[in-house]
């Protein structure tokens, strides 16, 4: 079995447009509203949904446990008929997996790339990209999560075959 070790890269928009959006303020054009007591970040992302019956939900989901580097990758998940969002409520960092597809039915195992947010970052998934489940690493933290809710299966898993990933990366 062959082990490839993922190293955690800054999570930039260019780096990331390949898998959906970086949800963030920062260097982003805003205009003013409520007569000049905030700034508006219009349309950072668009969620994206398919299918009948269907809607955009938010969500906000607490996770319980820390995750500490390295850590392994075993499988990865898409959802093929929505985007999926993922923005920390208190400016945790976390690290984002995801991978290129390498066909209609699985993931590229030699193409993973792990980010990691600044906390102030959040990220949108576009719909059927492959990605690991939220990784936190920090315990009792919530985020608010913005996808498709309704009917229908929307979430492929992939066990990774030909290869371990393990992520790394120095945590600043």
């Not at 319980?64 to 920390?88: K, V």
């Not at 790339?113 to 576009?126: D, E, I, K, M, T």
């Amino acid at each position: 079995m062959n082990i490839t070790m993922i190293q955690i890269q800054p999570l930039t928009q260019e780096a990331f447009a390949a898998f959906g959006d970086v949800i963030e303020t920062t260097g982003r054009d805003f205009f003013t509203i409520n007569q000049g007591l905030a700034e508006r970040y219009h349309a950072l992302s668009l969620a994206q949904v398919s299918g009948e019956n269907v809607a955009v939900g938010m969500s906000i989901f607490h996770n319980l446990a820390a995750t500490t580097l390295p850590f392994s990758i075993e499988m990865l998940e898409r959802h093929p008929y929505g985007s999926q969002s993922f923005i920390p409520l208190q400016q945790q960092k976390f690290v984002i997996v995801v991978a290129l597809p390498f066909n209609e039915t699985q993931p590229d195992e030699q193409q993973i790339h792990a980010f990691l947010s600044n906390g102030r970052q959040g990220v949108n998934y576009h719909q059927g990209v492959w990605h690991h489940p939220l990784i936190t690493l920090e315990e009792n933290s919530d985020f608010l999560v913005v996808d498709r809710i309704g009917g229908g299966h929307n979430c492929d898993v992939y066990r990774l075959v030909e290869l371990s990933c393990i992520v790394e990366g120095k945590i600043v």
